[in-house]
């Protein structure tokens, strides 16, 4: 499956984005979809995660609460709803797809395709 992130740009401290990743190819209910992301110099961490349906969500600790994770199957595609954004969010966001039972384990080894990143730049 391909996947392509979009939606980050630069916001001010407080404000919101809501992040689209597309599919295309291979059935998307097969898979689990990550959201990670990533800055400079740093491991790639987990943010957020849909189940095939929809019908199952997990979330990181410092995200409850702000960030709603979504998708529309017939759509083909994932969201991720970012409010209440802080500067600590700044990084490379990106989308994976995980074909595994695993998938809600918040690790990138468990996700078989990425997509390419997108920027986001919270501002104090």
């Known amino acids: 499956v391909q996947l392509q992130a979009s939606g980050g740009g630069l916001v001010q401290a407080g404000g919101s984005l809501r992040l689209s990743c597309a599919a295309s190819?291979?059935?998307?209910?097969?898979?689990?979809i990550g959201w990670f992301r990533q800055v400079p110099g740093k491991e790639r961490e987990f943010v957020a995660a849909?189940?095939?349906?929809?019908?199952?969500?997990k979330y990181v600790d410092f995200v409850k609460g702000r960030f709603t994770v979504s998708r529309d199957n017939a759509a083909y595609t994932v969201y991720l709803e970012m409010n209440n954004l802080k500067p600590e969010d700044t990084a490379t966001y990106y989308c994976?797809?995980?074909?595994?039972?695993?998938?809600?384990?918040?690790?990138?080894?468990?996700?078989?395709?990425w997509g390419q990143g997108t920027q986001v730049t919270v501002s104090s």
């Open positions: 994976g797809a995980s074909p595994v039972p695993s998938w809600n384990r918040g690790r990138p080894l468990e996700y078989d395709f």
């Open positions: 190819g291979r059935t998307f209910t097969n898979y689990a």
């Open positions: 849909i189940n095939w349906n929809g019908s199952s969500t």
